[in-house]
């Protein structure tokens, strides 16, 4: 019993200083995201179409928006403004060609699939979130110009009620006739990353 | 001394020849084969489409059920008159007929493309799985003759199951 309670002396504090979140300045974070967009991101091909999403950090969206020299204020108010949602970048994009164009047909103009991305692919996609299903709930779409392979989205998805868990990211693709694509960004992936702390600036 | 040198050379021949062997076993093309009705049905995506398409259709055929129940009612009613049935008779049975129609196109057409989106999913894991395990051809066997013989022992079908329904999950 005596020994026991060693080792839990022992092995508490190593346990509680790896739970915790590390915090870092604006700098390192990005920092660390650009090492680690990897492991926050999934792709999977599907018959010369690549999917791929990735999770978006609020803190990130933050930074990404006001730049690196935000206050603390700010930086908390706008943590409020976007705490019911998380966020997801959706691409897609052609094996070969320009995706917009890709497969095209009289009935199916690359002009309809750009009204498509625009307007109607939120309820093509879903995020499973533990053990809730939610729906997009807004969604921004980035068109190519023809210039970049890939198209971009940016979702946003309520908050799920679960802890940090395994989110997996279902598109209903018919434009393609892919059907239902899953990508998965794994709950340790999220878990890992840092908190964004102003006053270590 | 002279015994034990040849018995050295001797070994490296023989770990020689064992080692081409090996290499030549490995590079003897690998077909292998699948029952391609099994690796459908098995499918996940393919069990979630077919609940969702039978949802549809029992509802279109709800509708439809509601509206024929409210033609007999109608003509079985005792001041229904045969020679001259009415407008709202007319109307019901041509909306009637117009969405039996339209139901029965959309449900080939839904049909149709749940086909395609299960085959399309299901070529991209095959093409997969015959790269991850170097395999030269993968035939699909469906029982109509275009593959009359093959050993049970190149028989992929369970494992090929398994995989692609993980990959679709992505477990």
Redesign the interface.
């Known amino acids: 019993m005596k020994g026991y309670s060693i080792v839990l002396i022992l092995v508490f504090p190593f346990v509680l200083t790896n739970c915790r979140q590390e915090q870092v300045n604006s700098e390192q974070y990005l920092q660390y995201l650009d090492k680690n967009w990897e492991k926050l991101t999934?792709s999977?091909?599907?018959?010369g179409i690549v999917y791929q999403a990735r999770f978006l950090p609020n803190d990130y969206r933050i930074i990404e928006r006001f730049g690196r020299e935000i206050n603390d204020q700010k930086l908390q108010s706008e943590r409020q403004n976007l705490s019911d949602f998380q966020y997801f970048q959706i691409r897609l994009k052609a094996r070969t060609g320009n995706i917009m164009e890709y497969n095209t047909s009289e009935s199916e103009n690359p002009a309809l699939r750009q009204h498509y991305y625009t307007h109607q692919f939120t309820k093509d996609l879903a995020l499973i979130d533990g053990k809730d299903t939610l729906y997009c709930e807004a969604h921004q779409f980035v068109p190519n110009h023809g210039i970049s392979p890939w198209i971009s989205v940016l979702a946003a998805f309520k908050v799920s009620e679960s802890k940090t868990t395994e989110k997996?990211i279902v598109i209903n693709d018919?434009i393609?006739?892919?059907?239902?694509v899953?990508?998965?960004i794994p709950a340790s992936a999220i878990s890992q990353i840092p908190q964004l702390t102003l006053d270590k600036l | 001394m002279k015994t034990k040198h040849w018995l050295i050379v001797n070994s490296i021949f023989l770990l020689v020849i064992l080692a081409i062997g090996v290499y030549s076993l490995n590079q003897k093309e690998k077909n292998v084969y699948l029952n391609t009705a099994e690796v459908f049905e098995a499918f996940s995506?393919q069990k979630?489409?077919r609940t969702k398409l039978e949802n549809v259709q029992s509802t279109r055929q709800a509708i439809l059920d509601s509206m024929q129940l409210r033609l007999t009612a109608m003509t079985s009613s005792s001041d229904f008159d045969r020679q001259n049935p009415g407008e709202d008779f007319f109307s019901l049975r041509e909306v009637y007929r117009i969405k039996q129609k339209q139901f029965e196109e959309d449900n080939l057409r839904q049909s149709r493309?749940?086909d395609?989106?299960?085959w399309?999913?299901l070529?991209?894991y095959i093409k997969d799985y015959g790269k991850e395990h170097n395999y030269t051809m993968i035939f699909g066997a469906n029982g109509q003759g275009n593959l009359m013989y093959a050993s049970e022992a190149r028989d992929v079908t369970n494992d090929l199951i398994s995989y692609i329904n993980k990959k679709?999950?992505?477990i």
Request: proline share 0%; no cysteine.
């Open positions: 999934d999977r091909e599907m018959n997996r018919h393609f006739h892919n059907g239902k899953i990508l998965k | 995506l979630e489409l493309e749940y395609r989106q299960i399309n999913q070529n991209q679709y999950e992505r």
